[in-house]
């Protein structure tokens, strides 16, 4: 019954849900995309969305993907840690479920340049998030969305699975 999970970690614009609708695509069970921007987007206008006004939201999506998971779904969660302690949060709902934890890598120069390219996030997010996002996070895999296409990294993450 219960569901496996696989998460997303990275800084703005690496490439996360690019890869997890694609995953979505390629796996051969169904996933459901719980993303934290679908957290934020629950913010009314006019209250900025961010940990400053929510901090507990990061550890309402670890609970929601607990939930999930414990029904019998599959999930990709897609996220940005920023911090040892969301990390922990989630890790420890999940404790119990088959999970499987992955860095999305890129630089910073490309980073940027998706940054300014896709003229949806602030600029300066990635360079704000990159330092940070991984930081005393344990990985069980490691993706470089610079180097390798979407479809590659998607592929070699099933690949694990198998
Ligand atoms: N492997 C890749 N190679 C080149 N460009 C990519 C790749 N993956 C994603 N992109 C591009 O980078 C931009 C950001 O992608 P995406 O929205 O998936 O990032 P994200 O990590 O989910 O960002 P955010 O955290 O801000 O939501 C998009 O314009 C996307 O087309």
Redesign the pocket.
């Known amino acids: 019954m219960k569901g496996n999970v696989i998460v997303l970690n ?10 997890a609708r694609q995953l979505q695509s390629k796996l051969s069970e169904v996933y459901l995309l719980c993303s934290l ?1 679908a957290f934020w987007d629950m913010t009314p206008y006019g209250v900025s969305a961010g940990s400053k006004n929510f901090p507990n939201m990061k550890l309402a999506l670890a609970k929601s993907v607990k939930a999930l998971a414990e029904t019998g779904h599959n999930v990709i969660v ?1 996220i ?1 840690f920023c911090g040892q302690k969301t990390y922990l949060e989630l890790t420890n709902e999940l404790e119990l479920f088959n999970l499987k934890v992955i860095k ?1 890598e890129c630089p910073l120069v490309e980073l940027e340049k ?1 940054e300014l ?2 003229g949806d ?1 602030k600029l300066g ?1 990635a360079k704000s998030q990159y330092e940070s996002v991984h930081n005393e996070v344990l990985y069980d895999m490691i993706i470089n ?2 180097i ?3 479809e590659q ?1 998607a592929q070699k993450i099933i690949d694990s699975m198998s």
């Not at 990275?10 to 890869?19: E, H, I, N, P």
């Open positions: 990275g800084a703005s614009s690496s490439g996360k849900t690019t890869l921007d897609d940005v999305v998706r390219a896709r996030r997010l969305t610079h390798n296409s979407t990294c």
